[in-house]
């Protein structure tokens, strides 16, 4: 059975999740994020625990549970003038950071030096502070793809899913890839991909039939009616079946200038699904929003998993 029908949906239904990633990076980050939930123009967010503005964004979801938030595992730091590091404080990290004690700034050299272990141990902690904080996370995802092994083929997926499984949380796993505009993983490794979805089943984990985006850097002649276009491109292109479509909102601050290569984009990327015409293109489309939680329920449903 299909992903849509076992969620109650019909089998060639449209089904999107649109998440705001990287919650938490920053307060401009959080503000903008936090209208995008209320007004329910964005299906979740996931919240970056390593980071300075991570408690104020987890304990804004604590008092908001009706509004999916979910854990953005984070194990790469890309900035230069801003940097953060593992939350563990009970083992070992050193596999994990630079001589700084900040995670490497790009995948291939987290994929390089990580031991898996360590790996794991920091993905618990990071759930666990998100349940400190009284948020009840969602769903799972990764920042940049370090845990896919896309720079070097190195993946560090089975740790993931094991950690996914032990909290009855779905994850950001695509079981089909595309080859059009706004692919995430590269088509090369659909058969790793395919294989990977197989093991999520069998941990009884609950993953998407599709990712897309948008590139996360400013095009060349790229202007708001630019992204608008694509965007509205993206979602026509949308096959039947559940499509997780990732966005990195933001309110555009001098705190975001000062260390964000990308803070215009973000800013446009604030506005695009409040726009009437990107919900008029979801309309005409008859593209149907939907929550992580429902993924959540279907999973803690396959496994009797309790809290």
Known sequence: MSLAKELGYGENERLLLVNADDYGVCHSANIGIQQLLLEEAVSSATLMMPCAWAREAALWSARHPQIDVGVHFTLTSEWDSYRWGPVNRKGSTESLVTTENY?????????????????????????????????????????????????????????????CASYGLPF????????????????????????????????????????????????????????????????????????????HPSVVTDELIAFHGQPLKRGMELELFRDPMIKQTLQDEGIRMIRWRELQKLQRERTGFNT
């Open 103 to 163: 995670f490497p700034k790009d995948c291939k050299t987290f994929e390089q030096q990580a031991d898996e272990q360590q790996v794991q141990a920091e993905l618990i902690a990071q759930v666990e502070m998100a349940l400190s904080m009284g948020m009840k996370p969602s769903h799972a995802d990764n920042h940049m793809g370090s845990l896919y092994g896309l720079a070097t083929g190195r993946h560090f997926l089975p740790a993931v899913l094991d950690v």
């Open 172 to 247: 950001r796993l695509p079981r089909y890839l595309l080859q059009e505009n706004g692919q995430i993983a590269p088509p090369e490794l659909a058969e790793q991909a395919k294989q990977l979805a197989q093991l999520a089943d069998s941990k009884g984990v609950v993953i998407l039939d599709y990712l897309v985006g948008l590139p996360f850097h400013l095009q060349e002649g790229e202007d708001y009616n630019v992204l608008r276009s694509s965007m509205q491109q993206l979602l026509s292109s949308l096959h039947p079946g559940v499509t997780e479509l990732i966005i």
